[in-house]
């Protein structure tokens, strides 16, 4: 059982040498021991981390991975290695730049991720592993999918929380029974009865599939609080879809990811079969605003937010997150300009219900109107 930190660790690579990939975390610790190891101005999520290591939380790992991503996440991870060492730790430098060098340097960093399992653990991810796995995780990503879009279509049936935990499920279950489960639920979702066009509960009659609630997207780093999907539905307002690290930013390919690597100028850099599947989808995927600038980050939200309905945008940003945070000003003044106003809630572990729900009932008043 290996674990990692961020999503950017091709879990498909874990998989394929016979291990079984286990994201590192979940809820919010205080952090009280964390606080000799680490500085006042670190996001809860990564304290949360070093707490549990330091609780001995996470000794039934053989191991951790992680992909570079913030400063702090990769300080963290080395507070790990020096403090409470696993048995196998590495990290996977990921290139910033588009290209073929770049396209390159990060096949040879899967390559040397590849050697170090199998000489650690004694396993091989070889061609047909590598393959099967990488269909595998494919077939789970094109099952949230489906999920979401019945979410979008009729988002008032289950609670954002419960999809929240739907999703979340998938960073700790062997793939094969996730895969399994995530088939059962949406058969059981896409079996019932949904209103026709023109009868009570249907778009535009009575309550209609928002359930009279204001439809907004919610974005944000990893969500450590999922209280926030049932306080958005107490006042007034409904997340019909979101952008969150540990929600569909985990599994989405994005809008110019169908092709990204036939198409692109360095298509002629060699790259087996599975690797160059697993490939593209990392580098094709949405970006956290530690990989790409805030104008790259713009299209997807509007795309998201247009496609699910939403009439605004809700952030919801650690405390001391600084990339996000730092992308707030340019994000909240272009959504504007695109027609989708937006909140920031900045929360520090647990978001604030009684502050939080004055705000958010103000918002969804602007935007369209309490249920």
């Known amino acids: 059982m290996v674990g990692y930190l961020c999503t950017y660790v091709p879990v498909e690579i874990i998989h394929a040498a016979g291990l079984l990939p286990v994201k590192i975390g979940g809820g919010y610790l205080p952090g009280i021991d964390a606080n000799r190891l680490l500085p006042s101005f670190i996001c809860p999520y990564l304290r949360s981390l070093a707490e549990l ?10 191991g951790i991975i992680h992909a570079y991503t913030c400063d702090a996440a990769c300080g963290v991870f080395n507070i790990w290695r020096r403090n409470f060492p696993p048995a196998f730790s590495h990290i996977i430098h990921q290139p910033y730049l588009d290209g073929r060098q770049s ?13 170090n399992i199998e000489r650690h653990f ?29 979410r979008r279509r009729e988002p008032a049936a289950f609670t954002g929380e419960e999809i929240f935990h739907a999703v979340n499920a998938g960073f700790a279950l062997p793939p094969e029974e996730y895969l399994e489960m995530l088939g059962r639920v949406n058969d059981r979702i896409a079996g019932r009865h949904h209103p026709a066009p023109g009868e ?19 974005s944000g780093s990893h969500l450590l609080d999922p209280s926030v999907f049932d306080l958005i539905y107490s006042c ?23 092709e990204p690597l036939s198409a692109a100028p360095e298509a002629d850099v060699e790259i087996p079969g599975p690797l160059r599947e697993i490939i593209a989808f990392y580098r094709g995927r949405p ?6 600038p805030a104008k790259k980050r713009l299209p997807y939200l ?3 937010a247009r496609e699910s309905g939403a009439r605004g945008v809700v952030f919801a940003v650690q405390k001391f997150c600084d990339p996000h945070l730092a992308d707030l000003p340019l994000l909240t003044a272009w959504l504007k300009e695109a027609g989708y106003p937006s909140l920031i809630l900045e929360y520090d572990g647990r978001i604030n219900p009684g502050a939080a729900a004055t705000r958010l009932q103000a918002f969804f008043e602007m935007i369209g109107g309490a249920a």
Request: charged content about 25%.
């Open 122 to 150: 004694g396993t091989k991810a070889g061609p047909d592993s590598l393959s099967s796995s990488a269909g595998l995780y494919r077939d789970i990503r094109a099952a949230l999918a489906r999920l979401y879009s019945l």
């Open 236 to 258: 007034g307002g409904i997340a019909v879809d979101d952008d969150l690290c540990n929600g569909r930013r985990s599994f989405d390919r994005g809008p110019e990811t169908v």
């Open 53 to 62: 290591g330091l609780q001995g939380g996470c000794r039934y790992l053989d």
């Open 287 to 292: 970006g956290c605003p530690a990989r790409v």
């Open 302 to 304: 509007i795309d998201l």
């Open 103 to 115: 396209l390159k340097f990060y096949h040879r960093e899967l390559e040397l991720l590849i050697e």
């Open 200 to 218: 009570p509960g249907s778009a535009g009659v009575g309550a209609g599939p928002a359930g009279g609630k204001v439809p907004v997207l919610l």
